[in-house]
């Protein structure tokens, strides 16, 4: 059974930093490819970043390119999201979500809930 | 970037009877590969999202086949063919053709 299990959302004070991870289970981590996605309070979906199952592509949103880092380790089955300089607008719950193309986010994990206040 | 446009924005239905959401993107989605990126996804309450259509018309497994997809180029419909009541949630479109992927706004479909 295919599983994602987010980590590492909480408090955080805006410009403070925070690592998101999703731990992967029930596949092959290292042939998918993965995004982040993310929800604000009573919000829509929007598609934060992406990266290829080398992590040798990548992709950002514009509003996170320069503060977010997305990796990860194959070898820890892991996907990362390391966000810097966090705004107030960057609250939102988290959801790490597999694949691409025809795969494109067929499988999401239960998310993580970043509050950027203070 | 590609606006993808949903409507409506509300819609409330009565059981056993049909609904449809309209998706409209501001580009062709049509890929160089010839295939046509656009995913539905229902998000319960309280729940994470699901991915119950993709690439227009094929639909996930476990989907019930109530569910449907259609259109081409830039617009893009769902149809549930009799709603019930475990349908309640909010629909969503999404492009997976081009960088960077985007949302429609979201459809909340409701009982009567």
């Known amino acids: 059974e295919v599983q994602l299990v987010e980590s590492g959302g909480g408090l955080v004070q805006p410009g403070g930093s925070l690592r998101l991870s999703c731990a992967a289970s029930?596949?092959?981590?290292?042939?998918?490819?993965m995004n982040w996605v993310r929800q604000a309070p009573g919000k829509g979906l929007e598609w934060v970043s992406y990266?290829?199952?080398?992590?040798?592509?990548?992709y950002y949103a514009d509003s996170v390119k320069g503060r977010f880092t997305i990796s990860r380790d194959n070898a820890k089955n892991s996907l990362y999201l390391q966000m810097n300089s966090l705004r107030a607008e960057d609250t939102a719950v988290y959801y790490c979500?597999?694949?691409?193309?025809?795969?494109?986010?067929?499988?999401w994990g239960q998310g993580t809930l970043v509050t950027v206040s203070s | 970037d590609v606006v993808m446009t949903q409507s409506p924005l509300s819609l409330p239905v009565t059981l056993g009877q049909p609904a449809s959401i309209s998706c409209r993107s501001s580009?062709?989605?049509?890929?160089?590969?010839?295939?046509?990126?656009l995913n539905w996804f229902q998000q319960r309450p309280g729940q994470s999202p699901r991915r119950l259509i993709y690439?227009?018309?094929n639909r996930d497994s476990g989907v019930p086949d109530r569910f449907s997809g259609s259109g081409s180029g830039t617009d893009f419909t769902l149809k549930i063919s009799r709603v019930e009541a475990e349908d309640v949630g909010v629909y969503y479109c999404?492009?997976?053709?081009?960088?960077?992927?985007?949302f429609g706004g979201g459809t909340k479909v409701e009982i009567k």
């Open positions: 979500a597999r694949g691409a193309w025809e795969l494109l986010c067929d499988y």
């Open positions: 029930g596949f092959t981590f290292s042939s998918y490819e």
């Open positions: 990266i290829s199952s080398s992590g040798s592509t990548i």
């Open positions: 580009q062709s989605l049509v890929h160089s590969d010839g295939n046509t990126y």
């Open positions: 690439k227009v018309s």
């Open positions: 999404m492009q997976g053709t081009h960088w960077p992927l985007t």
